[in-house]
Protein backbone atom coordinates (compact mmCIF):
# COMPACT_ATOMS: atom_id res chain seq x y z
CA UNK A 1 0.00 0.00 0.00
CA UNK A 2 1.11 3.53 -0.56
CA UNK A 3 -0.13 6.84 1.04
CA UNK A 4 0.63 10.51 0.19
CA UNK A 5 0.95 13.12 3.13
CA UNK A 6 0.75 16.91 2.08
CA UNK A 7 1.94 18.69 5.75
CA UNK A 8 0.67 22.25 4.82
CA UNK A 9 -3.41 22.51 3.56
CA UNK A 10 -2.93 26.19 2.93
CA UNK A 11 0.42 27.84 2.13
CA UNK A 12 0.13 31.85 2.10
CA UNK A 13 2.84 33.33 0.48
CA UNK A 14 3.73 37.10 -0.71
CA UNK A 15 4.56 37.58 -4.59
CA UNK A 16 8.22 37.18 -5.86
CA UNK A 17 8.70 34.84 -2.49
CA UNK A 18 10.24 31.74 -2.62
CA UNK A 19 7.99 29.03 -1.61
CA UNK A 20 8.44 25.09 -0.70
CA UNK A 21 5.43 22.71 -0.38
CA UNK A 22 5.69 19.55 1.64
CA UNK A 23 5.18 15.98 0.62
CA UNK A 24 5.64 13.02 2.24
CA UNK A 25 5.14 9.44 1.16
CA UNK A 26 5.22 5.93 1.80
CA UNK A 27 5.33 2.70 0.43
CA UNK A 28 6.78 -0.60 0.19
CA UNK A 29 8.13 -0.77 -3.44
CA UNK A 30 9.77 1.97 -5.75
CA UNK A 31 7.90 4.53 -6.90
CA UNK A 32 7.32 6.98 -9.23
CA UNK A 33 5.94 10.80 -7.93
CA UNK A 34 4.57 13.48 -9.25
CA UNK A 35 3.42 16.85 -8.58
CA UNK A 36 0.25 18.33 -10.26
CA UNK A 37 -1.52 21.74 -10.29
CA UNK A 38 -5.10 22.72 -10.41
CA UNK A 39 -6.63 25.92 -11.20
CA UNK A 40 -10.72 26.56 -10.16
CA UNK A 41 -12.67 24.62 -12.31
CA UNK A 42 -9.88 22.91 -14.21
CA UNK A 43 -8.61 19.40 -14.32
CA UNK A 44 -4.96 18.37 -13.09
CA UNK A 45 -2.44 19.75 -15.12
CA UNK A 46 1.06 17.93 -14.80
CA UNK A 47 4.26 20.04 -13.07
CA UNK A 48 6.67 17.53 -12.73
CA UNK A 49 7.50 13.57 -12.28
CA UNK A 50 10.03 11.65 -10.81
CA UNK A 51 10.42 8.33 -12.15
CA UNK A 52 14.54 7.45 -11.61
CA UNK A 53 17.50 8.93 -11.96
CA UNK A 54 18.98 12.31 -11.28
CA UNK A 55 16.98 13.61 -7.69
CA UNK A 56 16.84 17.09 -8.62
CA UNK A 57 13.71 17.50 -10.90
CA UNK A 58 12.81 20.86 -13.18
CA UNK A 59 8.98 20.79 -14.14
CA UNK A 60 7.17 23.49 -16.13
CA UNK A 61 6.73 27.13 -14.99
CA UNK A 62 9.84 27.47 -12.67
CA UNK A 63 8.47 24.59 -10.10
CA UNK A 64 11.48 22.19 -9.46
CA UNK A 65 11.20 19.26 -6.64
CA UNK A 66 13.56 17.30 -4.88
CA UNK A 67 13.26 13.56 -4.29
CA UNK A 68 14.81 12.05 -1.04
CA UNK A 69 14.67 8.61 -0.35
CA UNK A 70 15.99 8.19 3.21
CA UNK A 71 13.38 11.15 4.47
CA UNK A 72 10.53 9.76 1.39
CA UNK A 73 9.99 13.61 0.85
CA UNK A 74 9.42 14.81 -2.52
CA UNK A 75 9.10 18.63 -1.50
CA UNK A 76 7.71 21.30 -4.17
CA UNK A 77 9.78 24.25 -4.56
CA UNK A 78 10.17 27.86 -6.61
CA UNK A 79 11.99 30.18 -5.69
CA UNK A 80 10.13 33.46 -6.84
CA UNK A 81 5.99 32.72 -7.13
CA UNK A 82 3.61 35.17 -9.42
CA UNK A 83 0.21 35.90 -8.39
CA UNK A 84 -0.93 33.40 -11.32
CA UNK A 85 0.48 30.65 -9.52
CA UNK A 86 -2.07 30.71 -6.98
CA UNK A 87 -4.01 27.60 -6.89
CA UNK A 88 -3.83 24.04 -5.45
CA UNK A 89 -1.25 21.26 -5.78
CA UNK A 90 -0.89 17.88 -5.82
CA UNK A 91 1.49 15.55 -4.95
CA UNK A 92 0.60 12.03 -5.85
CA UNK A 93 3.11 8.49 -5.75
CA UNK A 94 2.78 5.50 -8.26
CA UNK A 95 4.23 2.12 -7.00
CA UNK A 96 6.64 1.26 -10.34
CA UNK A 97 4.92 -1.44 -12.11
CA UNK A 98 1.33 -0.11 -10.53
CA UNK A 99 -1.04 1.47 -12.45
CA UNK A 100 -2.83 3.80 -10.11
CA UNK A 101 -2.04 7.04 -8.49
CA UNK A 102 -2.39 7.30 -4.89
CA UNK A 103 -2.94 11.63 -4.11
CA UNK A 104 -2.15 13.83 -1.48
CA UNK A 105 -5.23 15.82 0.58
CA UNK A 106 -3.79 18.83 -1.54
CA UNK A 107 -1.78 22.08 -0.63
CA UNK A 108 -3.48 25.50 -1.67
CA UNK A 109 -0.91 28.16 -2.43
CA UNK A 110 -2.28 31.22 -1.84
CA UNK A 111 -0.23 34.49 -3.32
CA UNK A 112 -1.20 37.95 -2.43
CA UNK A 113 0.62 41.34 -3.67
CA UNK B 1 -2.75 17.82 -30.48
CA UNK B 2 -5.88 17.20 -28.43
CA UNK B 3 -5.83 16.64 -24.97
CA UNK B 4 -8.10 14.67 -22.66
CA UNK B 5 -12.10 15.57 -23.22
CA UNK B 6 -14.52 15.10 -21.30
CA UNK B 7 -18.31 15.43 -22.03
CA UNK B 8 -20.36 16.91 -20.27
CA UNK B 9 -18.75 19.54 -18.75
CA UNK B 10 -21.55 19.77 -15.88
CA UNK B 11 -24.48 17.21 -15.44
CA UNK B 12 -27.39 17.79 -12.63
CA UNK B 13 -29.41 14.48 -12.03
CA UNK B 14 -31.69 13.75 -9.18
CA UNK B 15 -31.46 10.65 -6.62
CA UNK B 16 -31.94 7.32 -8.34
CA UNK B 17 -31.53 8.28 -11.75
CA UNK B 18 -28.28 6.89 -13.69
CA UNK B 19 -25.65 8.83 -15.32
CA UNK B 20 -23.19 8.05 -18.02
CA UNK B 21 -19.64 10.34 -18.56
CA UNK B 22 -17.65 10.13 -21.36
CA UNK B 23 -13.49 10.47 -21.73
CA UNK B 24 -11.62 10.74 -25.18
CA UNK B 25 -8.04 10.24 -24.26
CA UNK B 26 -5.43 11.76 -26.23
CA UNK B 27 -4.72 10.39 -29.28
CA UNK B 28 -2.41 6.98 -29.10
CA UNK B 29 -3.08 6.71 -25.29
CA UNK B 30 -4.60 3.14 -24.27
CA UNK B 31 -4.64 3.34 -20.70
CA UNK B 32 -7.58 5.69 -18.80
CA UNK B 33 -8.18 6.22 -15.53
CA UNK B 34 -10.85 7.88 -13.63
CA UNK B 35 -10.88 10.02 -10.13
CA UNK B 36 -13.56 11.14 -8.32
CA UNK B 37 -12.68 14.46 -6.64
CA UNK B 38 -14.82 15.56 -3.66
CA UNK B 39 -14.13 18.38 -0.52
CA UNK B 40 -14.32 15.69 2.17
CA UNK B 41 -12.26 12.74 0.41
CA UNK B 42 -9.64 14.27 -2.13
CA UNK B 43 -9.26 12.37 -5.63
CA UNK B 44 -10.07 8.75 -5.43
CA UNK B 45 -9.19 5.98 -7.89
CA UNK B 46 -12.27 4.70 -9.77
CA UNK B 47 -10.89 2.44 -11.89
CA UNK B 48 -8.53 1.94 -14.73
CA UNK B 49 -9.02 0.47 -18.56
CA UNK B 50 -6.08 -0.46 -20.81
CA UNK B 51 -6.99 -2.19 -24.20
CA UNK B 52 -10.37 -2.58 -23.20
CA UNK B 53 -9.90 -4.17 -19.99
CA UNK B 54 -10.31 -3.04 -16.08
CA UNK B 55 -7.03 -3.46 -14.58
CA UNK B 56 -7.40 -2.07 -11.93
CA UNK B 57 -10.96 -1.10 -9.72
CA UNK B 58 -11.00 1.18 -6.03
CA UNK B 59 -13.15 0.81 -3.74
CA UNK B 60 -16.21 1.88 -4.74
CA UNK B 61 -19.31 0.13 -4.72
CA UNK B 62 -20.96 -1.84 -7.64
CA UNK B 63 -23.49 1.03 -8.73
CA UNK B 64 -19.97 2.56 -10.41
CA UNK B 65 -18.62 1.00 -13.19
CA UNK B 66 -17.39 1.98 -16.79
CA UNK B 67 -15.91 0.22 -19.82
CA UNK B 68 -13.39 1.41 -22.50
CA UNK B 69 -14.10 0.59 -26.38
CA UNK B 70 -11.57 -0.12 -29.38
CA UNK B 71 -10.50 3.26 -30.10
CA UNK B 72 -9.42 4.00 -26.41
CA UNK B 73 -12.37 6.44 -25.83
CA UNK B 74 -14.00 4.90 -22.05
CA UNK B 75 -17.60 5.83 -20.50
CA UNK B 76 -18.25 5.52 -16.90
CA UNK B 77 -22.08 5.09 -15.36
CA UNK B 78 -23.21 5.17 -11.89
CA UNK B 79 -26.59 4.00 -11.47
CA UNK B 80 -29.20 4.61 -8.39
CA UNK B 81 -27.40 7.39 -8.01
CA UNK B 82 -26.74 9.40 -4.12
CA UNK B 83 -26.50 12.76 -3.09
CA UNK B 84 -23.09 11.86 -1.89
CA UNK B 85 -21.85 11.33 -6.03
CA UNK B 86 -21.98 14.61 -5.66
CA UNK B 87 -18.28 15.27 -7.14
CA UNK B 88 -15.75 16.03 -10.05
CA UNK B 89 -15.35 12.95 -12.02
CA UNK B 90 -11.74 13.50 -13.69
CA UNK B 91 -10.82 11.13 -16.36
CA UNK B 92 -6.77 10.43 -17.05
CA UNK B 93 -5.10 9.00 -19.92
CA UNK B 94 -1.20 7.82 -20.46
CA UNK B 95 0.13 5.48 -23.34
CA UNK B 96 1.21 2.82 -21.36
CA UNK B 97 -0.39 0.99 -18.31
CA UNK B 98 0.90 2.30 -15.32
CA UNK B 99 0.87 6.29 -15.88
CA UNK B 100 4.69 6.01 -15.33
CA UNK B 101 5.09 8.89 -18.30
CA UNK B 102 2.50 10.54 -16.06
CA UNK B 103 -1.06 10.96 -16.74
CA UNK B 104 -2.78 13.75 -18.46
CA UNK B 105 -6.09 14.53 -16.96
CA UNK B 106 -8.93 16.28 -18.74
CA UNK B 107 -10.76 19.42 -17.38
CA UNK B 108 -13.95 17.12 -15.56
CA UNK B 109 -17.42 16.89 -15.27
CA UNK B 110 -19.02 18.30 -12.42
CA UNK B 111 -21.86 15.61 -11.19
CA UNK B 112 -24.74 17.53 -8.98
CA UNK B 113 -27.18 15.28 -7.44
CA UNK B 114 -30.52 16.43 -6.44
Known amino acids: AQSVTQLDSQVPVFEEAPVELRCNYSSSVSVYLFWYVQYPNQGLQLLLK??????LVKGINGFEAEFNKSQTSFHLRKPSVHISDTAEYFC???????????FGKGTMLLVSP | KAGVTQTPRYLIKTRGQQVTLSCSPI?????VSWYQQTPGQGLQFLFE???????NKGNFPGRFSGRQFSNSRSEMNVSTLELGDSALYLCASSLEQGGGDGYTFGSGTRLTVV
Open chain 1, 92 to 102: AVSGAGYSTLT
Open chain 2, 49 to 55: YFSETQR
Open chain 2, 27 to 31: SGHRS
Open chain 1, 50 to 55: YLSGST
